[in-house]
DNA sequence: CAAGCGTTTTAGACGCGGCTAAAACTCTTT
DNA sequence: AAAGAGTTTTAGCCGCGTCTAAAACGCTTG
């Protein structure tokens, strides 16, 4: 089967690559990724260039090959999908069901992964909004503006919390900004680049590693 | 955590020393079952002992420590939890939860296994009739009869059906002799030990690979 | 353009979990 | 009591996935 790790590398190479698809992705941003030293990712890369799941150049950084890709994008299927049955059918709290998923994600059937995607009706994201591939790796890209780009004034739904910045779900939970809720953007300071906004009748200032996490989509047809 | 191979080799001892709690685990018996050599499972034994997990005499077996077997004891729950949860929740069928089980049991935090747990309503028994586990351990031993021991006349209830016989659940299924049916045993061959059944209005004349693997519990208050 | 610094790779090590082949042991059988 | 058969252990090997320390690389900068 498998093997745990590799799973692992080869998904998070994808989410990298989602990040900046334009160059290689670096084996430091890998280690970094993981909690491993550079030299653990390099020799993981030899392994997975040799089965022909990425693309290797000495001191060049990693690409997926379709392959590889295919594996990632199973991979983040199951990760995001078990994440909805945690928290739709198990009532799991949000902050918590990145970590179970991240344990669970290796030991899903295929059968077991696709009765999970019945069971929900099909989800087109995990709670944190992001999408969940369907079972032959399609997923749909909507069309997004981070928080911190955001022109003034407009009313928004916020369709997405980065779920791996620390300690930023429970605080988004506190402030009421979960997926699905409105807000506006009433000012951002030039200076520290904080935005303030208004949400559920109250204004909130948020710093830029919380307005680069929040991912926003107008609430009307855009003209 | 864990370690996979070092979980299925616990669970695989306890469910051995179930069958026969007088004697010490065989080295031989525990390659059988875990599909490795013998060779291998000495050399898991060694790590297992130098853990405590279990008791390790040299060319004499293995018995389970008290912490063996709570992990042990632990693993089992898992396996038998989700299989009620796949059979149950997403209708996957009987024949096939124990190999899904086998894979999602070392992947399964406890609190996932706990809210499955109550979204079922706290079962007793797994698909096939083996007892779950609660979460500190117990399991409730109810008294059974091996149809292969079973007196002649009475009518029973099926109790338990073993899983891992190579292609008894579908034929049983096709008898239509799953857990909770009705039987009544009508004869007995003592030269092939085959033994007459009447169930569902039908007579089946089953071998002693079936009459063994099949557990029984009287319908009526015994007297 | 050479120095220097941060990144990456290499070299060498380790524990896990598997294998084969050979040696050691135990148990039965003559 | 010795032989033989079957079981178990040892010895030696391998690939995975991790580490540390040292060497190689490449990019920026004086
Ligand atoms: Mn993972
Ligand atoms: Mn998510
Ligand atoms: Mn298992
Ligand atoms: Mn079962």
Redesign the interface.
């Given at each position: 089967m498998s093997g745990l790790a590799r799973e692992d590398y080869l998904a998070d190479i994808y989410r990298l690559q989602c990040e900046r698809p334009k160059d290689p992705v670096s084996t430091g941003s890998v280690a970094d990724r993981r909690g491993v030293t550079a030299a653990s990712a390099t020799a993981m890369f030899k392994r997975l260039a040799r089965d022909h799941l990425i693309v290797y150049r000495n001191y060049g950084g990693v690409t997926l090959t379709p392959e590889g890709e295919d594996l990632a994008l199973g991979v983040v299927r199951r990760h995001r999908l078990v994440e909805r049955f945690?928290a739709d059918?198990?009532?799991?709290p949000w902050q918590?069901v990145d970590a179970?998923a991240d344990?669970?994600e290796?030991?899903?059937?295929d059968?077991?992964v696709d009765?999970?995607e019945a069971?929900l009706e099909n989800p087109y994201t995990c709670p944190h909004g992001y999408p969940i591939p369907d079972k032959h790796g399609h997923l749909a890209q909507p069309h997004l503006v981070l928080l911190r780009d955001l022109p003034l004034g407009e009313t928004v739904r916020v369709a997405r919390v980065n779920e791996r910045v620390p300690g930023l779900l429970p605080y988004i939970e506190e402030l009421g900004l979960m997926p699905g809720s409105l807000l506006r953007l009433t000012g951002r300071n030039p200076i520290d680049l904080n935005v303030t906004i208004e949400a559920g009748g109250q204004e909130h200032i948020l710093g830029l590693r919380v307005s680069e996490a929040l991912w926003v989509e107008p609430t009307e047809a855009k003209g």
């Open positions: 945690l059918v198990l009532h799991i918590q179970y344990q669970m290796h030991a899903l059937p059968e077991v009765r999970m069971l």
